[in-house]
């Protein structure tokens, strides 16, 4: 391979300018970072003003409450991780909101009459995890399919399987919520890995609590309870597939650049149907979870939680414009959001401040994320997404 | 008479009602380096395009290395050992050297008896630097996305791919568009010495000047249709743009 | 209603227990959490607040933006983390769904008071759940009675009538449902009753949804909006229609809005609840509970004051109109 082309390729490299100064280099790692410190110093803030506030008498910091605001993430985060590949290959979904809630629908239904037929407990839950996972991905395949195939743009396809999904989900359950199921999952939708119980005759229990009543009861914290393993396994995931695979390097590269993707040989289409999948699915589990939380299905449940489960994409560093972000940034989003609600809570303020705070930092992420391009001299990309 | 390496006979590619390429008949050989000239809209990228596998020609062949070929996607192109360097790089900017280098070939590494795969960073991290390092290219860093790169560096990108995988063909499509002077100079270099290597190129240019710095023979299209085929030394500047804006046009003349 | 008034005796009895003993409690702190923001909830707040003054201890409230479990769990497991609530006052968003969460406060050792919307089938001696204090609401069930007795008088007995509602499952706009159904069905079988369409407690899809209703029935005689949200919604869709006075509206919560309609003769009769009265009566409730009373009712079913335009001016009447002082 060496010769003497070699020479005028490297000549031809070394005539243009250097790379950036360490200055700005030293600014570019700190606005990756900025969204950590900010929910650094936003838990500083609370340990110091909740016990403040409330004459010491609540702390923010508890096991109690860490633990609350790992449940409290679970369906924003599940939705942003999906959304997360997505809007790394330039895509949005914004249908996540309404498949959650059929995936709750489905699973609901499927629980409760695979119960009612003689199935045991666990496999009926196994079932309506089936159910809601088979009828999210078939939701993400015809997104995936129409902005592949027929180059539709994603916000206008999402936007209209979105109707499609909510008046599928409203219908199946009847407009109501779906109840009726074995009151049992609710174990398996909040109950926990480890219990401890505080202070006298108190200890650390693994699996299933000792049968507890009254005041020790009360001293009783879950953790680790087990939607937020299953949510923390699905991170995991992501982080291997989005850092470590050919899939994940292809999504960035699809988001980066879609013509050079499409000229290397990149099976573009077929990659774009995967991420719409990906992110019906964890849509799908996110209502499966909160079909077990709840013991009922709910045709409603997701709705509020499409343009947080943005806010948290935004907020942890993906850019809109694709080829950008880490699953890791989306967690730290959620939890700046889960943090936010619970401080303010614990601060006898109203938690609709939160939408106040969470819309500014949202403002704030995306200017980080222009100043930042400005500094590199970001080229402009193209986009298969509006 | 060597065997031409590339081959097209009249090839046709239509996009709705507008003819881009027009029975279009071209050999290339090898060893030497061929312009492709022409003013816009005249049918030059279409028709690389038809060769590199982005587009499928409705009508007409195209013979590389002696056999028919049919290129359904670019992949196809590339495996045969057809390299083409566009206009705009087709570099993913956000995407390190070496990951562009390996742009839909990555290397992997299997697990679980080949159910699981992971990216083999090492190699191609590796790989990329003895190119680079064999190519005398110097970057501050492999690991940096290369949105932060000059023209003519991400040119050198664009080119050590193309020469990574053993390019048995160099398309080009305006490489000294947005460079300096010194660095066209220096792609012209290249362009001669891959020539001299036997790799034949085929450059797409609208810069006369290059044209007859670098090549050997030339062809010009017009509104889909060659018009024109020379030794670049049997032709001058006039000329040319005669043929260009259609002033000019062989095949009319019986 | 003999039974009621024996209930709302002993209540009052125990109730009168509570200043003497409120002192020897010691400071209880208590939680409310209603189920959205709006004119109704906004009262009961009041109410809350005032029995709090009275009685010297502190309330923290939280108000859900928007109606759901999603949104409401959260901020309750948020007001339980904070470990200094001794009770809990709060408006499930669902009957069913709210179980467990509610369940899981009681655990921690919050114990639960529901107002207007209950858990299960609000039966807390002998229905499935049974682990609240009490119930304090309307009998939602009577309150549909008397709208769907109101409604059939204003439109002359017969025509066609139409519900339109919040969320199902949710046991308050439930029973209204239900009340006005048995009614219409039992004692005027020449009314035609359609829906309800649930607007999930958005005023725009309410009005929305009676417009459609009303293009599609021209001979549409009547209205029942079984909420503050629903009536509204409802009643601004018959006076875009231009049928204001001729489609009789019958509105749930006497909203000023809901009011105003009725000065318009777009309203014809307004069901005002009581929600002073169940924020006011659950604090005391809690207060009683903590000094150890255990002869409270688990059932307390606060009555209606029914506006129409006769005895809208009547500062006896009007006191129930649902008003926020400096809105």
């Known amino acids: 391979m060496a010769g003497p082309e070699t020479k005028a390729v ?40 909740v016990p403040v506030w409330n004459d010491g008498s609540v702390n923010f910091l508890t096991l109690r409450n860490s633990q609350n605001i790992l449940v409290a993430i679970t369906p924003v985060l599940l939705l942003g991780l999906g959304q997360t590949f997505v809007i790394i290959g330039a895509g949005i979904d914004l249908s996540v909101g309404w498949v959650m809630s059929l995936a709750s629908v489905l699973s609901a239904l499927a629980i409760r009459s695979a119960f009612n037929a003689g199935l045991p407990l666990f496999p009926s839950v196994i079932v309506g995890f089936a159910a809601a996972v088979l009828g999210a991905g078939l939701v993400g395949l015809i997104n995936g399919a129409i902005i592949a195939k027929l180059k539709v743009p994603a916000f ?23 109840i009726g199921l074995p009151a049992d999952i609710r174990d398996y939708g909040s109950e926990s890995l480890f219990y401890f119980i505080r202070g006298e005759g108190g200890g650390l229990y693994f699996l299933a609590p000792p049968e507890l009543t009254g005041e020790m009861l009360r001293r009783m914290d879950r953790i680790l309870a087990y939607p937020v393993i299953v949510t923390a396994i699905v991170v995991a995931i992501a982080i291997f597939i989005l850092r470590k695979t050919q899939f994940g390097r292809h999504t960035y590269a699809i988001g980066g650049n879609l013509e050079a993707a499409l000229r290397t040989g990149i099976p573009v289409d077929r990659h774009i149907i995967k991420l719409y999948v990906l992110s019906s699915v964890t849509a799908g589990i996110a209502g499966f979870l909160s079909t077990l939380r709840f013991t009922a299905g709910s ?80 080229r402009a990309r193209s986009r298969h997404a509006t | 008479m060597t065997a031409p390496i590339l081959s097209i006979r009249n090839m046709t590619k239509r996009f709705g009602g507008l003819t881009a390429v027009n029975s279009v008949n071209w050999d290339i050989y090898p060893g030497e380096v061929v312009g492709l000239l022409g003013d816009n809209g005249a049918g030059k990228s279409t028709l690389i395009k038809c060769v590199s596998g982005v587009h499928q020609a409705e009508e007409g062949e195209i013979y590389f290395e002696g056999r028919l070929s049919q290129f359904a996607r670019p992949m196809d192109a590339r495996r045969q050992g057809i390299e083409t360097i566009y206009q705009d790089l087709a570099l993913a900017n956000n995407l390190d050297v070496g990951a562009n280098i390996f742009l839909g070939r990555e290397e992997k590494k299997l697990y679980v008896g080949g159910l699981i795969h992971t990216l083999d960073e090492q190699k191609m991290l590796n790989e990329a630097k003895a190119t680079l390092e064999s190519l005398e290219i110097h970057f501050p860093s492999l690991t940096q996305p290369i949105e932060s790169l000059s023209g003519g560096q991400r040119q050198a990108v664009a080119i050590a791919r193309a020469i990574y995988w053993d390019a048995r063909l160099m398309i080009m499509d305006e490489p000294t568009n947005n460079l300096g002077v010194t660095e066209q100079r220096k792609v012209l270099e290249l362009i001669r010495r891959l020539r001299d290597k036997g790799v034949p190129v085929i450059l797409i240019t609208h810069t006369l000047p290059d044209v007859f710095a670098v090549s050997d023979r030339l062809m010009v299209m017009h509104r889909g249709r060659k018009v024109t085929e020379k030794k670049t030394s049997e032709t001058d500047t006039q000329e040319l743009v005669q043929y260009m804006v259609g002033a000019l046009d062989d095949t009319k003349v019986q | 209603m003999l039974k009621k008034l024996f209930l709302v005796a002993v209540a009052a009895l125990a109730l009168a227990a509570v200043p003497l003993t ?22 009961m707040q009041l109410g809350v607040e005032a029995a709090a003054k009275d009685l010297g201890l502190e309330v923290v409230t939280q108000v859900p933006a928007t109606w759901g479990v999603e949104v409401q769990t959260p901020i309750l497991d948020a007001m339980i983390a904070r470990g200094d609530l001794n009770y809990l006052i709060t408006a499930p968003t669902d009957k069913d769904q709210m179980i467990g969460p509610l369940k899981a406060a009681l655990d921690s050792g919050v114990k639960v008071i529901t107002v207007d919307t209950f858990l299960g089938d609000g039966n807390y001696v002998t229905g499935p759940v049974t682990f609240p204090i009490s119930y304090i609401g309307s009998d939602n069930v009577e309150g549909g009675r008397i709208s769907a007795r109101g409604l059939a008088k204003a439109i002359g007995g017969k025509g066609t ?8 499952n949710v046991s308050s706009v439930e029973g209204r449902e239900q009340g006005f159904a048995e009614v219409m069905a039992k004692e005027f079988p020449d009314i035609k009753v359609l829906g309800p369409d649930y607007n999930l407690d958005d005023m725009n899809k309410a009005a929305q949804q009676t417009a459609a209703v009303l293009e599609q029935n021209p001979d549409l005689a009547g209205v029942f909006g079984t909420n503050v949200f629903s009536a509204q919604g409802a009643g601004t869709a018959v006076v875009n229609a231009g049928l204001g006075g001729h489609v009789q509206v019958v509105a749930y919560d006497a909203t000023k809005a809901a009011i105003e309609l009725m000065g318009k003769g777009v309203v014809s009769l307004v069901l005002a609840q009581k929600p002073y009265d169940m924020g006011y009566m659950a604090v005391q409730f809690a207060v009683a509970d903590a000094a150890g009373v255990t002869s409270l009712p688990r059932r307390v079913e606060t009555g209606f004051a029914i506006i129409d335009k006769d005895n809208v001016k009547d500062p006896e009447i009007a006191r129930f109109i649902y008003q926020v002082p400096g809105q």
């Not at chain 1, 005539?15 to 900025?34: D, E, G, K, Y």
């Not at chain 1, 396809?157 to 779906?178: C, D, H, P, Q, W």
Request: aromatic share 8%; no cysteine.
């Open chain 1, 299 to 378: 045709a409603v449940i997701g709705d509020p939680l499409l343009l947080s489960s943005i806010a948290a994409v935004i907020i942890g560093g993906v850019s809109l414009f694709g080829g950008a972000g880490t699953v890791m940034g989306t967690v730290i989003g959620a939890l700046i959001i889960a943090v936010l609600t619970t401080g303010l809570v614990m601060l006898n303020v109203q938690s609709f401040w939160q939408f106040i705070v969470v819309g500014a930092v949202v403002i704030l992420a995306v200017l980080i994320d222009q100043s930042r391009g400005l500094l590199v001299g970001r």
């Open chain 3, 22 to 43: 409120a002192s020897a409690a010691g400071k209880i702190k208590i939680g409310f959490l209603p189920g959205v923001v709006d004119p109704f909830y906004q009262v």
């Open chain 1, 156 to 178: 206008i396809v999402t936007l209209g399987t979105s109707f499609i999904v909510r008046g599928v989900a409203l219908l199946m359950s009847e407009n109501t919520t779906v």
């Open chain 3, 161 to 168: 009538v139409y519900i339109n509602s919040t969320n199902p």
């Open chain 1, 10 to 49: 490297a000549e031809l490299a070394t005539a243009s300018s250097a790379s950036l100064p360490t200055s700005r280099q030293f600014i570019l790692v700190l606005s990756r970072l900025w969204a950590w410190a900010f929910l650094g110093l936003m838990i500083v803030f609370f340990v110091i003003a």
